[in-house]
């Protein structure tokens, strides 16, 4: 069955450069009944000012993709990797067995809005990897599509978890639907 939040209902934090909201429990905002969902833990809808951001911190056991809806982001972390992620790209970090990494608004007077999504890695530990690759617009038009998942499916990147994360960007009025089918080894209530 699938999970539904509503968006009125997600938490909160706004601080003096950051305006963000939560759709399971994270930071200040605790909900014993939204602590994810399978392998996805964390869905934030975040807002960062001109010029700030968050600044180098760490992180281990997690897939964490950032998917920006305006403005760019500047991403620094402990491999040597620093890039500017744009509208229309995706970014995946997999923290493996650690990293540290910074996520800068890149601009200093206009905001950055972007989507984070964590989702808990299949096996701890191992290498922390980085892939940012740009996704086709024209095909978000047309439906569905696979951006991150396992790399046997051909995602736009490549995730540890038996998970699949998927976008479609249709025009107005356009519709597009989804059917889930249930993961392996679970019976269809049919």
């Known amino acids: ?14 601080t003096g450069w950051l305006d963000s909201h939560h ?7 605790r909900d014993p009944a939204r602590m994810g969902h399978r392998a996805l833990r964390v869905i934030n809808q975040d ?20 998917y920006v809806i305006t403005g760019c982001l500047a991403h620094e972390d402990s491999l040597g990797n620093g890039s ?6 995706i970014q995946r970090m997999s923290a493996g067995s650690g990293i540290r ?3 800068m608004n890149a601009s200093t007077t206009d905001g950055v809005h972007f989507l984070q999504i964590w989702i808990i890695p299949d096996q701890r530990g191992g290498p922390p990897s980085y892939e940012q690759k740009a996704i086709d617009q024209r ?5 569905w599509t696979l951006i991150a998942g396992p790399a046997a499916e051909q995602p736009v990147v490549s995730l540890f978890s038996d998970t699949r994360v998927l976008l479609a960007r249709p025009s107005a009025g356009a519709e597009v639907r989804h059917t889930f089918t ?4 679970l019976a269809s209530c049919r």
Do not use: C, K, N
Not at 49 to 64: L, P, R, T, V
Not at 139 to 143: H, I, N, R, T, Y
């Open 1 to 14: 069955m699938a999970l539904i939040h509503e968006r009125a209902l997600r938490g909160h934090t706004r």
């Open 182 to 185: 249930p993961p392996a080894g």
């Open 101 to 103: 990494h910074s996520e």
């Open 47 to 66: 807002r960062v000012i001109g010029g700030a951001g968050f600044g180098a911190h760490q992180h281990a056991d997690m897939d964490i993709l950032t």
């Open 84 to 89: 500017i992620i744009r509208p229309g790209e």
């Open 139 to 143: 095909v978000l038009g047309q439906g």
């Open 23 to 29: 759709t399971f429990s994270f930071a200040g905002f």
